[in-house]
């Protein structure tokens, strides 16, 4: 057995023990209670779901197995003469709950290099979409159709004992995540770059392969790949993209099915697809006022003129954080070392200047500060990755290290399908009808 099998086996072995005497001793205790506003909200704040992987705070935002994004920007591995994170090593900590070491991290490395081999089926199939195909479309057709491949379906149709559907997800989650770039890159090609394909590069790690076959030249996006891919990875398990990752996973749904749910997901403008829509909204905002410099006036004038027209500031609001994303705070930060005068990154730092206050002026907005994808566009833009269209797809390889270690853990823990309560609006009436009755009795 590998090393990284080897060791979550013994973890999640160790926990499914403890969680089952847990349960028995303390199944009954309440730990939330749920109020008509969370029922018709979304379920916001609801607990109702375990997610060992990361864990979000409003304030301090994302800890991924207790490390903040500026530690783990110190702690984690990283490549020979880089100074940002491999993710990689986020995903063994992920995973496993340990900080890898140098070599455990080379390891995967490399076990991702030798599962990287994708169907050539999945080549066809994308290629037998028009070039227009949205990027999110294809790279979901694209992995639907690996999932000819998933070891767990087909041990699942021979008979697999339940013990071992982790080690038959686990296969299926190393397989997936080594495939992505490859097919990712290969949709940019494809609708960008008429077709003209580029080879991975085996001596590389899995960020700076994947910069590598998009295209774009020079040390420094392989930096900013390698910390994009790390921040965007998991953000705890209610997020749209985690829960229908987990939700479709409950239905032993194989890796590749459950993903590309979460994916579906991510596709959608309030989720991942913000990305693309931040950096439409600033290029349509520069048109507008015919500069690529504008004044903070100028930009407040534009942002109230979004609102009158009942549209969203996209890269701006959270479901949670209640403070600047600190994922949006390292792409500024790294922007501010490697970027400091991109002439784009400026119109975002100066829109952080502008649009909370305008937000804050609203009334009703709960967190005016920009997330994860109020930057990535000003930067990506800035290394000639500038179509926009393409910018998800990125985000859904970075959260597959999230959501698919998460389903390993799922699988290990023996979770079951998830299946909560749905009521009618004369059923809520009703209980709130009997409800006042009893209390004015
Ligand atoms: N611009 C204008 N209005 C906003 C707003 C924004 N950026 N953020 C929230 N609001 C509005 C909501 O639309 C809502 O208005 P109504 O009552 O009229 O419907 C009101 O403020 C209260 O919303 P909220 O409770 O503060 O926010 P929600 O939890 O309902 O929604 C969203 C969170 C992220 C969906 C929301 O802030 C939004 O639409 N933001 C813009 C889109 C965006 O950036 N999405 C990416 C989020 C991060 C992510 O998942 N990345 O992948």
Redesign the pocket.
Known sequence: MDPLKQKFQEKSEALKIEIKSFLKEHGNQKVDEVTLKQVF??M?GVKSMVWETSQLDPIDGIRFRGQSIPELRELLPKAEGGKEPLPEGLFWLMLVGELPTEAETKWLCDQWKNRSAVPDHTFKVLDALPKDCHPMTQLCIAVTSMQTDSIFSRRYSEGMNKNEYWDATYEDSMNLIARLPRISAYIYRRTYHNGDHIAPDFTLDWGANFAHMLGIKGEDFKSFMRLYLTI?AD?EGG???AHATHLVGSTLSDAYHSFTGGMHA?AG???????Q??IKWIFKMLDSLGTRSPSKAQIAEYVNG??ANG???????????RQP?PRFIAQKRFSEEYIPDGEIIKVVWNCFEV?PEI?KG?G?????WP????HSGAILVHYGLKEYSYY?VL?GVSRALGVLSSLCWSRALGFPLERPKSVTYSMIKKIVEEDISVKSQ
């Open positions: 909200g979304g916001r965007h953000h997020n749209a993209s991510l403008p309030l989720h991942g697809l913000a990305n829509e931040v979004t609102l549209q969203v500031i996209p890269g701006y609001g959270h479901a949670v954080l994303d649009i937000l609203l009703k907005v709960k967190n005016p997330n994860v994808d109020a998800t985000f």
